[in-house]
Every structure is written in structure tokens, then in C-alpha cells.
């Protein structure tokens, strides 16, 4: 969408008329960030008022758009069309009325308020993924963020599609929004993509957009942080016993836990300072399972792996990996039972006891069988096939000198780098895990009750009188 743009050096002004208070700091290009805040003279803790001060009305907040759907009886219709699904939809679906607002289209509904005039300082170039070009998308093939983000397009454009068919059967939003084809997808992805590489979470307000406070960068070794007041201001505050020099830069943590693909995936960058390494990979009940589906369906979270480095020790988890190697004759069940108001239920077993509500729970619920050791045994070949699926896919990236950006000559080459910078992150995290599952599957397989075990499987499937080394391509599920 065409739009008018405002320079950042409209934003004082900006602030000044909404009673928004800046001391001592100043929102200025930064090298390789776009821009930032920094301190226009030294600071300290001792004394100082808050370096930026907002005034709860300019808050985006669902609290905010609610109010606003109050004022205006176009949006409430609007709101009550496509909104009040979640926090985050009902603010894009308010950033996309002062998006369209903002570009002067004739076929105008809403009314301009201030964020109306704000939205024009936002830039459009957000490096987050969902805004790359097809061909710089497909660097990340084999990192943990292909999936997600696959599935995060796919989300976007099926909420673009309800809103342009609720939204087109109210008139005054058909000819703002769809008339001459005033909003595109791109417009959606683009409010999208401010909210997440902007959203902070406030201790009253909950998930909100900050004007200007958004324009704060991150640091893992922040110097800033916010909050809200008593008025329910939010307001920047130095750390305690923080000093800052004239020029230098005020950064806030955005989370220093999160994984590399996260914060990628979220804002547009990798943290190379972040002593934080994991990631998550998503996991499958195994092909030939014929208990899979109810597994599935009866798991309470997103099955996955996770890939922790703690203080140099490198740390494996997945709950769905305990329940995705049970059998029934292990005394795993899955029973179809009728619900109170008369309907059909799966509900899950385990050992006659029902665990429906505690599906994530496995690893503690098979701690007192005699098998225990062997469902280790099974949960670590599970994972370790998982991340040996995950490498190969990695070791399978375009390599640096060929990729498509290189050869269309088109793209971000800070796209480019960030893709590659998270392959060699995870790499490296996964080769870590490989290594240190072969040595616990070694270990495993050494357990008394484990060899016995075994040792009493192969005799059964042919009289073997020995069981072999693993090799990596056994299957104890």
C-alpha cells in the first residue's frame, strides 16, 4: 500500500503534542539497527526521572482498542466482524484501519487519532522473515524456523482471507479496504510485523504496543528496562547502578532465553552475544504407530524436542517422546468413553489408571515400571533420529557462495547472513546433542535389566544368543 511516510525527525514533535515526555535521550540511526535511542548526555541511576515517559492514552492495548471501537461505530462493526479472537488480532486489525488511514485513501473509513499520524514513522522494512522474499525464505530450510514459518505464512494468509470476507460485507470497510484493491496480503504481513518485533508485555496492560519505547533495541546486557506507573503510564528506567555515557546507546532485553529462531523469527536479528543456546524441533508419532493418531490427539502441547546448552552441558527433553514410545502391552490405552452431557471422548490409560490430563506427564508416570531403563533407552533412539533427520535436512542448506539471493542478485544480504548464522547456531547445538545421546544410549545399553531385555526380544524374534552393538538403526519402539 502506498503511504505516507513522516521522518524521524518528525518524532519529537510527535511526542511533544501527545504529552509523551523524552529526558536526555533522543531516537537516532544506529549502524546496522535502523534506529535506536540514545543519551544525549551522561546519565546515572541517582535522582533521574525516567529517560521516556507515555501516557496510558497512547497505550495500544486491547483495553485501547476497545475504547477506540467506543468512539467509532464503523470500527465497533468492524471489531465485532473479524475481532476478539486474541490480543493480537484486534490490535492488527486497528493498525491496518491507521495503516489505511495513514496512505489518504478517498474511501475512507475510520477516524484518525494519533496512531494514525505514528504508524507513518514506522518503517516498512522489518527483517523479520515473514516479510523476506520467497528466495531468501528458503536459506532457513533445515534450521527449527522452516516449519514454523511455513506454517506462520499459511496462518497470516487465512486470517487476511477472513477479514477480507467478514469485512467486505460492511460496506463502509468494503469500499475502504477492497475497492480498488486498497488493502493486500502485504499490508496484513506488515502489521504483523510490527506487533511482533514491537509488542512488549506490560504488568497491567498486558500485550501492548509503546510508542517510541518500541524504538528501544536489545541487549543482553541491557542497560534499560520498562514498567508502568502508578497512573499506568509506561515509563523507561535506567537499571539500578547504571551509567551511561553521552552518545551511547539505551537498550532493553527482549528475553535472554529466547532461542536463536525465536529471536529471528520475532525481531529480525540473532543475538551473537546471547550466551542462550537451544531450540525446539517439532516431533511426529512414528510412521508405523498404529496407536499415532490417538497419540497425537491425545498429547496436550505441541510435540517437540528440546535442545538446551547449559553451562556447556547440552540437554535433551521431549515429554511427546515418552508417551510416542509406549505400546499397549507396555499398558498404554486409549479408550473411547461417554462424556457427561453424552458425547464421545477419547480418553488415555496407562496401566488401567486414566492420565487423560496428564499426557505430558510420562516421563514421571514410568518411573516406577520395571522397564523404565528400556523406555529411556527407546525415548533416547526416538530423539536421536529426530536430530539426525534435522542435520542431514541442515547439511542439505544452500551453501554461502550459492544462495538465492547470490544468484538472482535480489534480497537482503543481512537476510542472507541471518539465515546462515542460524544454520551454523544449530549446528552446532545439534552435533552437541548427538554426541551426548550416543554416550547416555551407551550407558543405557550397559543396565542389566536393559541387556536382559534385549537379550530376551532377540531370542523371541529368531533364538539369537547375543545381542549386537547398536548401530544407530535399531528400533526398540
Known amino acids: 500500500m502506498a503511504r505516507r511516510r513522516l521522518p524521524l525527525e518528525s518524532l519529537p514533535v510527535w511526542i511533544s503534542f501527545n504529552n509523551g515526555i523524552f529526558s536526555n535521550v533522543e531516537v537516532k540511526p544506529i549502524a ?8 544525549k548526555k551522561d546519565l546515572a541511576t541517582t535522582g533521574e526521572a525516567p529517560l521516556i515517559s507515555i501516557p496510558h492514552s497512547l497505550v495500544l492495548s486491547t483495553e485501547a482498542v476497545e475504547e477506540y471501537a467506543k468512539e467509532d461505530r464503523s470500527f465497533r462493526q468492524l471489531l465485532d466482524a473479524c475481532g476478539h479472537k486474541s490480543p493480537r488480532h484486534d490490535i492488527l486489525l486497528f493498525l491496518l484501519v491507521h495503516l489505511v488511514l495513514s496512505s489518504g485513501n478517498k474511501e475512507r473509513a475510520g477516524l484518525p487519532n494519533q496512531w494514525t499520524e505514528y504508524v507513518k514513522l514506522l ?6 522473515p515473514t516479510l523476506w522474499k520467497e528466495h531468501e525464505r528458503s536459506l532457513l530450510r533445515g534450521t527449527s524456523l522452516e516449519a514454523a514459518l511455513d506454517a506462520k505464512m499459511v496462518s497470516l494468509s487465512n486470517e487476511f482471507d477472513e477479514v477480507r470476507e467478514k469485512s467486505s460485507e460492511i460496506e463502509c470497510w468494503n469500499s475502504a479496504f477492497w475497492d480498488n484493491d486498497a488493502v493486500q496480503l502485504a499490508d496484513w504481513l506488515l502489521v504483523d510485523a510490527w506487533y511482533r518485533s514491537r509488542v512488549l508485555e506490560l504488568p497491567k496492560s498486558g500485550p501492548s504496543l509503546v510508542p517510541c519505547i518500541d524504538m528501544v533495541n536489545h541487549s543482553h546486557d541491557a542497560n534499560a528496562y520498562y514498567d508502568e506507573n502508578t497512573d499506568n503510564d509506561v515509563v523507561l528506567l535506567l537499571r539500578p547502578g547504571g551509567n551511561i555515557k553521552e552518545g551511547d546507546e539505551i537498550n532493553i532485553s527482549y528475553g535472554s532465553e529466547k532461542p536463536a529462531a525465536e529471536m529471528l523469527f520475532s525481531y529480525g536479528f540473532l543475538d551473537s552475544t546471547s550466551a542462550a543456546k537451544s531450540l525446539r524441533l517439532p516431533m511426529s508419532p512414528l510412521p508405523d504407530d ?3 493418531k490417538a497419540k497425537f490427539y491425545a498429547f496436550q502441547d505441541a510435540p517437540s524436542v528440546d535442545i538446551k546448552e547449559i553451562d556447556g552441558r547440552v540437554i535433551c527433553t521431549s515429554a511427546f517422546a515418552y508417551l510416542m514410545i509406549l505400546n499397549e502391552e507396555d499398558g498404554l490405552d486409549f479408550r473411547i468413553l461417554q462424556d457427561k452431557e453424552g458425547g464421545r471422548e477419547l480418553r488415555t490409560f496407562w496401566r488401567d489408571q486414566d492420565v487423560s490430563d496428564n499426557t505430558g506427564s510420562f516421563e514421571q508416570l514410568v518411573s516406577d515400571h520395571e522397564l523404565c531403563s528400556v523406555f529411556k533407552l527407546r525415548v533416547n533412539m526416538v530423539v536421536s533420529q529426530r536430530l539426525e533427520e534435522q542435520l542431514e535436512r541442515l547439511n542439505s542448506s544452500p551453501p554461502d557462495d550459492s544462495s538465492a539471493v547470490s544468484v538472482t542478485g535480489q534480497g537482503n544480504s543481512s537476510n542472507a547472513s541471518n539465515a ?18 550416543a554416550e ?3 550407558e543405557l545399553m550397559a543396565l542389566k535389566d536393559v ?12 533364538g539369537l544368543s547375543e545381542v549386537q552393538e547398536d ?5 526398540f519402539s
Open 32 to 39: 546496522h539497527k535502523g534506529s535506536g535511542v540514545v543519551a
Open 290 to 292: 498404529p496407536l499415532g
Open 420 to 437: 546462515r548464522a542460524l544454520i551454523l547456531v544449530e549446528k552446532e547445538i545439534i552435533d552437541k546433542a548427538v554426541i551426548v545421546l
Open 440 to 442: 547416555q544410549r551407551t
Open 123 to 128: 518503517d516498512d522494512a522489518v527483517p523479520v
Open 471 to 475: 548401530d544407530g538403526g535399531d528400533d
Open 451 to 462: 541387556t536382559a531385555y534385549l537379550g530376551s526380544m532377540a531370542i523371541s524374534d529368531g
